[in-house]
Every structure is written in structure tokens, then in C-alpha cells.
């Protein structure tokens, strides 16, 4: 990592010279102040790093385990005419459902042919909202959150955020570089959930308020201008993220 100019570490906001040189060479500058805060984030960090992944973004196909579960949990097989007690709108939302979920399942059968190889088109924005649909899947599962995190990658948490916020629906010269921002943020959330270590938890807690703060600022500073609808949404958001992940640090940390 080196470079002539600076600019603040994704981790802990300090201001550095040291760039990841594969984000250099997708032409797009994001700074870490060290190899550690580097490792850090690089369990999410990894997905995107280097061209064809970092600038513009592209989420990474599904892996055959991915494609495999999913397959097994879409209800594709559902039969209309037993819903004898559903309104007329009802009966029509499962229906639109399922066919979605029918072609998520063709999709799903080609991807395991051609797992990890960007041969299908539009792959990663299918991946993407798999992925989303992953997280609905399996929350169904656990009562807490936090007993959710323990049956997710850090991917598909990721996957769910950023859908939330409709922003990967749209081209535009700042979504890298805020999606790269918001992949820190969320990792961090992330592995707080994670942690039973007090210790490491406040370490995490440590890290995880200034990218939250940074996160915030980027979207006054590159969003708002030109989208100040969508900016007021996502500052919105971000902001009782903030206050939700606070509360939960507090109580957590009174349970350790």
C-alpha cells in the first residue's frame, strides 16, 4: 500500500498516505492506515478488491453452497388452488411470488453449472438479491438477531443492508465508493453480534463509530447534492442504525 496523496483510513478515519494498490488499479482511492485495519474488514473487504469488483461494483457469484440452499428453501412448488381462503389480492401476491422464486430456481440450476464464472448475464445482481432473500429465509429460523448472525456469512448480512436502501438499482459515480464505506460499517455491526468476548466486543465498538460517522458524512457530502431525496433516506437510516447498534452495545456489554 503507497501513494503520493492521502486520505482517511475506512476503519478509523485517520488521515494516511497508504492505499490498497488493487483499488488503485480499479481506479478508485481507499485508504487504510495499515496492513491490521486492512485484515480487519477483509473478511468483506475480499469480495470486492481489484478491478472487475471495486469500481464500477459488482457482487460476486453465488458459491455452490449458497446455490444449494437456497434451492432447497424456494417454494416452488406451491399449489394456488389451496388457498381457498386468501382474498383475490393475496392469492395474487403468492402467485407473483412463486413465479419469481420458479425463476430463481432455473436461474439457481444454471449458476451450478457455471458456479464462480461471470458467464450468465447479470449473475452478481441475481446473487445479490439471493442473497437478500437468503437472510428472510433463515431469520425465520431464530428468535434474536443475534442468534441470526451465527447462521450467516458476512456477505449475506451485507446483501441484506444494502438492499434495504434501493441503492444498487442505481449507476452512479458515487455508489462505489459508498457501497465500500457501507461494507465496513456493516461488517463491523456484524461481528459485534457475533462476539461474546466483552473485550472484543469494546474493541469492535472502538472501530465501528468512526467509518458509522464517516459513512454519514459521505452522503452529505457526495449524495445530497445531486439526490437529496434518496440522501435524506439514507442519513435517515444510517442515523437510527446508529442509535440501535449503541443500545445494543450497552446492553450487550451488561450481559457479558
Known amino acids: 500500500m503507497a501513494s503520493q496523496v492521502t486520505g482517511e483510513c475506512l476503519v478509523c478515519g485517520t488521515e494516511t498516505k497508504n492505499r490498497c494498490s488493487r483499488y488503485l488499479n480499479a481506479d478508485i482511492d481507499l485508504f487504510f492506515c495499515s496492513p491490521d485495519h486492512q485484515k480487519l474488514v477483509w473478511p468483506l473487504h475480499r469480495f470486492f478488491c481489484g478491478p472487475g469488483k471495486a469500481n464500477p461494483w459488482e457482487w460476486p457469484p453465488l458459491s455452490r453452497e449458497e446455490a444449494d440452499y437456497l434451492l432447497e428453501q424456494l417454494p416452488i412448488s406451491l399449489d394456488l388452488s389451496r388457498e381457498t381462503q386468501a382474498s383475490e389480492p393475496d392469492a395474487v401476491a403468492i402467485h407473483h411470488r412463486s413465479q419469481r422464486d420458479m ?10 453449472n457455471d458456479i464462480q464464472k461471470a458467464t450468465i448475464p447479470g449473475q452478481g ?3 445479490f438479491k439471493l442473497r437478500a432473500t437468503e437472510f428472510l429465509y433463515k431469520k ?11 447462521d450467516l456469512s458476512p456477505l449475506t448480512f451485507f446483501s441484506h443492508i444494502a438492499h434495504l436502501l434501493h441503492v444498487c438499482e442505481r449507476q452512479r459515480p458515487w455508489l462505489p465508493a459508498y457501497l465500500h464505506r457501507l461494507s465496513v460499517v456493516a461488517l463491523l455491526e456484524f461481528e459485534m453480534c457475533r462476539t461474546d468476548d466483552k473485550a472484543h466486543l469494546m474493541s469492535l465498538a472502538q472501530y465501528w463509530q468512526a467509518p458509522s460517522d464517516a459513512l454519514i458524512a459521505f452522503v452529505r ?3 445530497v447534492p445531486s439526490e437529496p431525496t434518496l440522501a435524506r433516506t439514507l442519513l435517515s437510516f ?5 442509535e440501535a447498534v449503541s443500545l445494543n452495545i450497552v446492553g450487550k456489554l451488561a450481559t457479558l
Open 103 to 112: 425463476k430463481y430456481a432455473q436461474l439457481l440450476h444454471s449458476m451450478q
Open 125 to 127: 445482481r441475481v446473487a
Open 140 to 150: 425465520r429460523r431464530y428468535p434474536t438477531n443475534n442468534a441470526l448472525m451465527t
Open 221 to 223: 457530502q457526495h449524495i
Open 238 to 242: 444510517h442515523q437510527e442504525v446508529q
